[in-house]
Structure formats: structure tokens, C-alpha cells
């Protein structure tokens, strides 16, 4: 199993050639990893670009936030058994740097971070939870039919009060592939972020479902 707290950092050059007829296409890593990091800055970047020193007009609050003990079968990756202690030990620290430097994007507002893992260590899920308000997430506009696909690589498509980053990787014969990557809900006095890692996020309604699990137990 990788170590999802120590991820390769290689992106390959080019990306790899067509699979053989007849097997199934598995995402690109070029094309996950390069739309990966310029949806992450778009909206890891949006707090920053509307925060004031003091938090001014975001409903910005100190009240203690404790994330929920787990999100249906997802479990803190700091607590569960399978996971090496030295993994543990990084996760630890990587949510609590984060906590750090999430509040200081929002103007001092209290935040947790937590990562989550499924019983079969394969998908990861990292909430992040502000005493603040956000904007709805955002990417730039592209006309798909320019590029040769059906949809843009990138869309934020929205269900009731969440609203999600997805992605839309090229696969075979021409069709694209669903990953959803940011869900999030926000109101004048709380932000719920979840991030998502592994394969099996290709449904939207189920990730829009986690994230309101997690708005439920904040909220």
C-alpha cells in the first residue's frame, strides 16, 4: 500500500500512450496531476484573495471546531489500527500544520483538518472545516468542443448547497472519465471543504452525500 502522506512527486513528461484494444483505461497521471494542481491553487488560493488581516466580512469565528469521529465508513487515519506509526506520526503533524495555516488564510478563524481512509485503505478523504464563510469554488472557463472533448477537464457542478470540483479525464474511445476532487458547502458562519484521493470517487452524488455528512456533524 502507498503511503498517502508521501506521495511520488514524478509527473511523467508525456502522457502514456493509448492502452491495448479491449482493457480498460486508467487515468492519466500526467493529466490528473497537472489539472490536480491548478484546480488545488485556484481553490486553495480563493480564501487568500478575499481575506482581510482581521477577517473582516467573512464571518469570521473563534468557536473550537472538533471534527466528526468518522464520515459512514471512513476513519481517522491517525486512529486506525492498519496504519504504520510512523505514517500516523506525519498525518498528525500534516493536520495540524495545515489547521495552522488554514486559520491564518481565513483572518484567525477557527479550523480543523482531519484524513480520512476507508476499511480498504484505498480512498482517502481530508476534511477541512472553517468558522468563515467561502466562495463557491471555481475554475476558468473552457469551451470543450476547442479541446475535442464532450466536457471541459475541469467543471464545478453543484447538487442542492454543495458545490464540487470535478474532473473529467480522457479515457478510451473518447469518452472521459468522472473524479471528483473538492465538494464543498458553505453558509455566513461555516465552511466544510473535502478533499478526496484514490480511485473511487467517479460518483458525484456520493461525494456530495460524505460532504454532507461532515456539514451535518459541524454544523
Known amino acids: 500500500m502507498a503511503d498517502p502522506t508521501n506521495p511520488d512527486p514524478a509527473i511523467p513528461p508525456f502522457p502514456p500512450t493509448q492502452p491495448e484494444p479491449g482493457r480498460r483505461a486508467g487515468r492519466s497521471p500526467w493529466l490528473v496531476g497537472v489539472a490536480g494542481v491548478v484546480v488545488g491553487a485556484l481553490v486553495a488560493g480563493i480564501p ?3 481575506t482581510r488581516s482581521s477577517g473582516g466580512g467573512l464571518g469570521v469565528s473563534h468557536e473550537a471546531l472538533h471534527a466528526p469521529a468518522n464520515l459512514n465508513d471512513f476513519t481517522p487515519m ?12 506525519r498525518t498528525e503533524t500534516a493536520e495540524t500544520m495545515s489547521a495552522k495555516n488554514l486559520s491564518e488564510a481565513y483572518g484567525g478563524a477557527a479550523t480543523t483538518v482531519r484524513k480520512y481512509i476507508d476499511p480498504e485503505l484505498g480512498d482517502f478523504v481530508t476534511l477541512e472545516a472553517i468558522r468563515a464563510t467561502s466562495p463557491k469554488p471555481y475554475v476558468p472557463y473552457v469551451d470543450a468542443a476547442t479541446i475535442g472533448f ?4 475541469q467543471e464545478v457542478d453543484t447538487i442542492g448547497q ?24 458553505t453558509s455566513s458562519h461555516l465552511t466544510v471543504r473535502l478533499r478526496f484521493d484514490g480511485e473511487g470517487w467517479d460518483s458525484l452524488e456520493d461525494a456530495v452525500a460524505l460532504t454532507e455528512r461532515a456539514w451535518s456533524a459541524l454544523s
Not at 78 to 89: E, F, L, R, Y
Open 162 to 185: 454543495t458545490s464540487c470540483v470535478v474532473q473529467n479525464v480522457p479515457g478510451s474511445g473518447g469518452k472521459q472519465d468522472t473524479h471528483v476532487q473538492i465538494c464543498e458547502r
Open 78 to 89: 491517525t486512529s486506525n489500527p492498519k496504519m504504520p506509526p510512523a505514517t500516523k506520526k
Open 48 to 50: 487568500l484573495l478575499l
Open 150 to 153: 464532450a466536457k471541459p477537464l
